[in-house]
């Protein structure tokens, strides 16, 4: 289950998913977000528009993750999900965080692929701390993947700092 960790522009990589930090309406917004949509051409749009609402406004609750097609991207499929709002840590973040990371491989999975792309979810906007978020996200790709090793991840950093943060969350144990 090899786990690496690079620092790119996710919207470059021509793996089988890429996984966007989404906000609950999946119509897009700033951050990696934005990059990605803008990336992906319009058909994007019309995708997650088209997807469920199982609350108004709501097509992906916090924690979970949905699935569409890549359209102009390099990367076949954008896996959205979408992570806690940083309330200080005692709101269900930690678990609400890994629950992303989770339910985004499940989707892999389920659909019979086999390389995905990670941003560090949570870390920007959504004001997410990097060293716990990035520990979670090494610990939670390590616990749903150790049976696995077909899968291979890519944690994309952004900045040299949060690659920094990632190689150091990655070579803990
Ligand atoms: N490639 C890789 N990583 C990126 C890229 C990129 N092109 N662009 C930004 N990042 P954020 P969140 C990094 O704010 O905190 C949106 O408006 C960025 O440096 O994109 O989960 C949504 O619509 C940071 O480390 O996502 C939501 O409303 C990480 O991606 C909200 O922001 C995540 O930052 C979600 O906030």
Redesign the pocket.
């Known amino acids: 289950m090899p786990i690496h960790v690079i620092t790119?522009?996710?919207?470059r990589l021509g793996v089988d998913a890429i996984v966007n930090?989404?906000?609950p309406s999946l119509l897009?917004?700033?951050?990696?977000?934005?990059?990605i949509h803008r990336a992906a051409g319009p058909r994007l749009l019309a995708a997650c528009r088209a997807l469920p609402q199982p609350s108004p406004g709501v097509r992906c609750p916090t924690g979970e993750a949905r699935i569409t097609p890549g359209f102009d991207l390099p990367a076949q499929h954008v896996i959205h999900t979408v992570?806690p709002v940083w309330h200080g840590g005692s709101h269900g973040e930690p678990d609400l965080l890994a629950s992303c990371y989770r339910h985004a491989l499940q989707l892999l999975r389920a659909h019979r692929l086999r390389t995905i792309a990670f941003?560090?979810?949570?870390?920007?906007?959504?004001?997410?701390p990097a060293e716990p978020a990035a520990r979670i996200a090494v610990a939670s790709v390590r616990a749903e993947l150790a049976d696995d090793p077909a899968i291979e991840v890519q944690l994309?950093?952004?900045?040299e700092s949060?690659g920094a943060i990632l190689r150091q969350a990655l070579s803990e144990d």
């Open positions: 790119a522009d996710i919207t930090a989404a906000q897009g917004g700033g951050g990696v977000d934005g990059a992570g941003p560090a979810i949570s870390c920007g906007v959504y004001g997410y994309c950093a952004f900045s949060m």
